[in-house]
């Protein structure tokens, strides 16, 4: 077997080029995850424009999550083929320029077609964006950099989110998703400007066997396949809850207007300095206990967001946001240390398994909003973290 040595053209901290590729990882996470979540806010204006239930209005982000669940698992092939670089900016930009043509569809069809799209060309951006850094940032400012793009990321989600609520209740959906589209070809721009070129990138075509036999060997690993049920859990409780929340805040007894629903977002700020204070903590606990730990406080705040009182309800929320991010932190991190071969594979059949639960859990999660309002979103939510309560107990043995 032969040994890769890094290549010395590799970007070394402090550099410009360095720099460059800091910000250019910001732009890019906070790029792709404004593109994805920015329809949550919009899901009761879907429904009350078009006529369509809860369930079917969170499919324009659900059938996306899915769509790109299944697509993250080639978009590593297909760089390895075509580039790192190349790839994740023809995805900026189509995600982008398919945003804009969202903004002009007539009807329900036309903007779930755009949406499905938006799940295959969005999957050129996670996935690529590991590989680049690994591939052409030195190894001691690969975590750095790695991090940059989560906080732009995570930023992203809430910024998408709050953007789109507000403008929707100042002008409408519409006008809100025009922005956002345009924005996105702006950021698209300025990535392909500043982010610097793969030199250390080697064109290969892995064949659909050794793919199979990798991936094959990763679901005969049981902590691996348990890890990737617990991103399934949690990604499906926590997008679940936001989904639905926003139908409550907007009915009675809250009343809350679309501008005001749009800054409940901001709320997710409680959660992006959850993986760095998990992360301190490693040292001195297990990761399983760690993570039950996150998975109690989203259950703690579950219950806080029961009783009809907004401040119970915010507080919840951010109790549910720092859970669920800490422990998807924990999560993640534990199948990148517990493969011991193709962890970038792993990586993906991670997040197939986490944004599918996004998927079939917050479309579900309409029947139970409809079934039984926000008592139903909260009975199912609490279910799936209870089993993933379980699977972490289980893991404690590891």
Same mark, same amino acid.
């Given at each position: ?43 009761? %204006? ?33 760089? &390895? ?7 994740? =900016? ?16 007539? &009807? ?11 799940? =295959?060309?969005?999957?050129? %951006? ?32 809430? @910024? ?8 929707? &209740?100042?002008? &409408? ?186 998927? %079939? ?19 199912? @939510?609490?279910?799936? %973290? ?13």
């Amino acid at each position: 077997m032969t040994t890769q040595t890094r290549s010395p053209r590799v970007i070394a901290s402090g550099t410009p080029s360095f720099r460059r590729t800091r910000l250019a990882m910001f732009v890019t996470g906070f790029t792709f995850f404004t593109l994805l979540y920015f329809v949550q806010a919009l899901l009761p %204006v879907f429904s009350a424009e078009f006529g369509v239930g809860p369930a079917d209005s969170a499919l324009a982000l659900s059938g996306t999550t899915g769509v790109m669940a299944f697509a993250l698992v080639l978009s590593g092939v297909v760089s &390895d083929r075509f580039g790192r670089k190349a790839i994740m =900016i023809a995805s900026l930009a189509s995600s982008s320029a398919l945003t804009v043509a969202m903004a002009a569809m007539g &009807d329900w069809a036309g903007i779930l077609a755009v949406r499905v799209l938006m799940g =295959i060309s969005l999957s050129g %951006v996670q996935a690529v964006a590991m590989a680049y850094l690994a591939e052409e940032v030195e190894p001691a400012a690969f975590g750095v950099s790695l991090g940059l793009f989560i906080s732009g990321s995570a930023l992203g989600g809430m @910024a998408g989110r709050l953007v789109a609520g507000v403008l929707a &209740d100042v002008f &409408d959906w519409r006008v809100a998703t025009l922005v956002l589209g345009v924005a996105g070809l702006a950021a698209s721009l300025v990535v392909a400007r500043i982010l610097p070129a793969s030199r250390n990138f080697t064109r290969s075509a892995p064949g659909l066997g050794a793919l199979v036999s990798a991936a094959a060997a990763h679901l005969r690993e049981p902590v691996l396949v348990a890890l990737f049920a617990v991103g399934f859990l949690m990604m499906g409780s926590f997008v679940t809850s936001f989904n639905y929340v926003t139908y409550r805040l907007l009915a009675p007894p809250f009343g809350l207007s679309q501008f005001e629903v749009g800054l409940v977002f901001l709320i997710y700020l409680v959660g992006i300095p959850g993986s760095t204070i998990v992360g301190a903590l490693l040292a001195r606990f297990h990761t399983a206990t760690l993570l039950a730990a996150m998975l109690c406080l989203m259950l703690a705040g579950f219950a806080a967001s029961v009783p009809d009182v907004l401040p119970a309800v915010l507080a919840g929320l951010a109790m549910l946001s720092f859970g669920f991010f800490s422990g998807h932190a924990l999560a993640s991190g534990w199948v990148s240390r517990r493969a011991a071969r193709n962890r970038a594979l792993a990586a993906s059949l991670y997040l197939f398994t986490y944004y599918q639960g996004s998927s %079939v859990v917050g479309y579900l999660g309409g029947f139970a909003w409809q079934g039984a309002a926000w008592t139903g979103v909260v009975f199912l @939510a609490t279910g799936l %973290v209870l089993a993933a309560l379980a699977i972490a107990a289980a893991l404690r043995r590891v």
